[in-house]
C-alpha cells in the first residue's frame, strides 16, 4: 500500500512540478536587447543619438556625454545634461531646444580622452553620432 502511494505521488510531481517551474526560471539570462540610457531634457523635441567606440571599433561603457546650452528669449533659459554610455557604448539625449543662443557643443570624456561634436539644431534637430576616442587623443 505504502509502495503504490509513493508511486502515485512520484507521478504527480513529475507531471505536476515541469509547468509551474517554468514560470519561476527564465530559460534565457541575457537580455535580448540591451538598454540605451536616455537624457531628457525637456526643453525641445530635438534629439541626439551617440555611439561611443574605442581605437579597436568595441563600445566604450561610461563614457561621458556632457552639453550646456542657452536658448529662450534672449538665451535666458540654460539646460545642462550628462550621461554615460552602456556597455554597447550608446547613449541618447531627447528633449534638447529646436533654437540655441550661441553655438554649443558635446563633450564626449572617457579616461582622459576627450571629442567635441557640435550641436546645431537648425541644420540636424535629430542627429546620428559615431564617435572614436582613439589612444592620447586630447581635445577635439
Not at 14 to 41: D, H, Y
Not at 80 to 85: A, D, K, P, S, V
Amino acid at each position: 500500500m505504502r509502495t503504490s502511494l509513493r508511486m502515485w505521488l512520484a507521478v504527480l510531481v513529475v507531471v505536476l512540478v515541469p509547468p509551474f517551474a517554468r514560470g519561476f526560471f527564465n530559460e534565457s539570462q541575457a537580455p535580448s536587447t540591451p538598454e540605451i540610457p536616455v537624457a531628457k531634457g525637456g526643453a525641445g523635441s530635438c534629439s541626439a543619438d551617440f555611439v561611443v567606440r574605442d581605437s579597436a571599433g568595441k563600445g566604450v561603457y561610461d563614457a561621458k556625454i556632457g552639453i550646456q546650452v542657452q536658448y529662450g528669449f534672449f538665451g535666458a533659459r540654460k539646460l545642462g545634461l550628462t550621461i554615460g554610455t552602456n556597455y554597447e557604448g550608446k547613449a541618447r539625449m531627447e528633449g534638447l531646444p529646436e533654437k540655441i543662443k550661441n553655438p554649443s557643443e558635446f563633450k564626449i570624456t572617457h579616461a582622459g580622452q576627450n571629442k567635441s561634436v557640435p550641436f546645431d539644431p537648425l541644420t540636424n534637430c535629430h542627429s546620428q553620432n559615431e564617435v572614436t576616442l582613439a589612444e592620447g587623443q586630447g581635445t577635439r
